[in-house]
């Protein structure tokens, strides 16, 4: 029942690449792979909306990705993915429950204001649920990187079993030997890697620095960054952490002691205490991405609420029972003051998932924006910015977030301000407060 036909494609530079498919009844399922791939923009045209990578349930994938520079001359693009997510069936001559996972990417050189592809290629995986002995599938793809340059990684996913794809893009930075991608943080307890970089005191963890456990480790410790941004109508932006940190000592024999981290903020780890670059690590407290507590709750309220109102409410022993009086304060009608609360609430717990940095998410410029606003209507990418936009014609409005080099994160952008940019920010916010979620347009 099953055809295993390898097709060559033409490589950048004459070099070329066996990509092999694994077809179901001829070239059926072929064809849908490369109609999945042009839609969700390994083909893409230039300017090509992608606002969907904001948009939460577009797909049930969720692979999550780490680059590891474990040399000057191997890097390695390492994905996690949990089995639930991914379709199973037995439509096989053994009757196993099998999944079909096509991983598509595109390594681009960035050089000054433009891009030269570097590398690409695709990756079949026959997931088998019988054989899954973890909580996750990782696998592992050789990048062909050159140690001093900088590139952005196009990714796309594709579970060929349920005819869905998801895209993502990270950057990928090899100009030292001393920055991010050349650490790899291990659960101790599972001995698998750590995908996300945002963790509390129950995790035990240990690093390694280019496929060795060194003996000694630097921590510089900052304390979380609490700030949020500014309205986009002012012109000034929240400021970020500056190059001292609050406390630095030294971890010896690192090899063999696991590290927890108990206090909030951020935490980077390096072997050079002369260099300001390394592994950063993030405590945001417990139930992060999730908004659980009351202080989770009550403190995005400040993009509603002015600074007297915002310290009224936070100096309320009821902090849970202020948050309710506040969304039923905007509405005489309860059901509708659950109705923006779930809205509300979800677009911080993804501002969290999309956008967290040195920072959690929904205290970023572009969380900001996602919390008022919601998903862009449009969205296009470059190399240095982001360009949302909300509505059409006349009411159009449009956002710019430049990309920020940040020893922290990959994930910084800054939203491009100016006093004479329309923005409908004190519209917005009086249209939450009438008890009316804000829409641009027909959105």
């Given at each position: 029942?099953?055809e ?8 950048y530079?004459r070099?070329?690449r ?8 001829g070239?059926?399922?072929a064809?849908?792979?490369?109609c999945v ?7 893409r045209?230039k300017?090509?909306?992608l606002?969907?990578l904001?948009i939460p ?5 969720r692979p999550?990705y780490q680059?590891y ?6 890097s390695l693009?390492r ?8 379709l199973f ?5 053994e009757?196993n ?5 096509d991983?598509h990417?595109?390594l681009f050189r ?8 570097a590398d ?7 997931v088998n649920?019988k054989?899954i002995k973890?909580k ?10 050159t140690f ?9 996913a594709?579970?060929?079993v349920?005819?869905?794809a998801v895209q993502n ?7 030292t030997?001393y920055?991010?991608q050349n650490?790899m943080v291990?659960d101790?307890?599972t001995r698998?890697?750590?995908f996300?970089y945002v963790?509390d005191?129950s995790?035990?963890m240990?690093i ?8 000694d480790?630097?921590v510089?410790y900052?304390?979380?960054d609490?700030l949020?941004p500014p ?6 932006s929240?400021?970020v ?5 609050d406390s630095i000592?030294?971890i010896t024999?690192?090899d063999?002691v ?13 072997i050079?205490?002369t260099?300001k670059?390394?592994v ?7 139930h992060?991405?999730?908004i659980?507590?009351p202080?989770?709750?009550?403190e995005?309220?400040?993009y509603?609420l ?6 009224t409410?936070m100096k ?10 506040f969304?039923l304060?905007t509405?005489?009608n309860v059901e509708?003051?659950r109705e923006?609360?779930r809205i509300?609430?979800n677009?911080?717990?993804?501002a969290?998932i999309f ?5 959690e998410g929904w205290?970023t410029?572009?969380?900001m924006?996602?919390?008022?606003y919601?998903p862009?209507?449009?969205l296009?990418?470059s190399?240095k910015?982001e360009?949302w936009?909300y509505?059409?014609?006349?009411s159009?409005i ?6 920020i080099?940040n020893p922290?994160s990959?994930?910084?952008y ?6 004479a ?13 009438q008890?009316n ?5 027909n959105k």
């Amino acid at each position: 029942m099953y055809e295993k036909i390898t097709i060559f494609i033409p490589k950048y530079e004459r070099l070329r690449r066996v990509i092999t498919f694994i077809i179901t009844g001829g070239v059926l399922l072929a064809i849908l792979s490369r109609c999945v791939v042009e839609q969700y923009g390994i083909l893409r045209k230039k300017n090509r909306n992608l606002s969907y990578l904001y948009i939460p349930g577009r797909s049930p994938l969720r692979p999550q990705y780490q680059v590891y520079h474990s040399t000057d001359s191997l890097s390695l693009l390492r994905m996690s993915i949990v089995p639930n997510q991914l379709l199973f069936n037995q439509a096989n001559e053994e009757g196993n429950y099998l999944s079909f996972l096509d991983i598509h990417f595109r390594l681009f050189r960035i050089m000054r204001n433009k891009t030269m592809l570097a590398d690409s290629g695709k990756v079949h995986y026959t997931v088998n649920l019988k054989n899954i002995k973890r909580k996750t599938v990782e696998k592992n793809i050789l990048l062909h990187c050159t140690f001093g340059e900088k590139y952005i990684l196009e990714v796309i996913a594709i579970d060929r079993v349920r005819k869905t794809a998801v895209q993502n893009f990270l950057y990928v930075d090899k100009r030292t030997c001393y920055s991010m991608q050349n650490y790899m943080v291990i659960d101790v307890k599972t001995r698998q890697q750590v995908f996300s970089y945002v963790v509390d005191s129950s995790k035990a963890m240990k690093i390694v620095y280019r496929d060795q456990q060194p003996h000694d480790f630097y921590v510089r410790y900052f304390r979380p960054d609490t700030l949020i941004p500014p309205p986009p109508n002012m012109a000034i932006s929240a400021p970020v952490p500056g190059d001292k940190p609050d406390s630095i000592w030294k971890i010896t024999r690192f090899d063999t002691v696991p590290i927890r981290l108990y206090r909030k903020g951020i935490y980077q780890f390096s072997i050079d205490s002369t260099v300001k670059e390394g592994v950063s690590l993030f405590n945001f407290g417990p139930h992060y991405p999730g908004i659980i507590t009351p202080d989770q709750l009550a403190e995005p309220l400040a993009y509603l609420l002015n600074k007297s109102e915002m310290m009224t409410l936070m100096k309320q022993p009821g902090r849970k029972l202020a948050v309710d009086k506040f969304w039923l304060g905007t509405t005489d009608n309860v059901e509708k003051a659950r109705e923006l609360i779930r809205i509300y609430y979800n677009r911080v717990y993804y501002a969290n998932i999309f956008f967290t940095s040195y920072k959690e998410g929904w205290r970023t410029d572009r969380g900001m924006i996602y919390l008022i606003y919601g998903p862009p209507d449009d969205l296009t990418k470059s190399i240095k910015q982001e360009v949302w936009s909300y509505g059409e014609g006349d009411s159009k409005i449009s956002f710019k977030f430049k990309k920020i080099d940040n020893p922290f994160s990959l994930n910084v952008y800054r939203l491009i301000r100016g006093e004479a940019i329309e923005t409908r920010w004190v519209e917005a916010v009086r249209t939450w407060r009438q008890g009316n979620v804000f829409v641009i347009g027909n959105k």
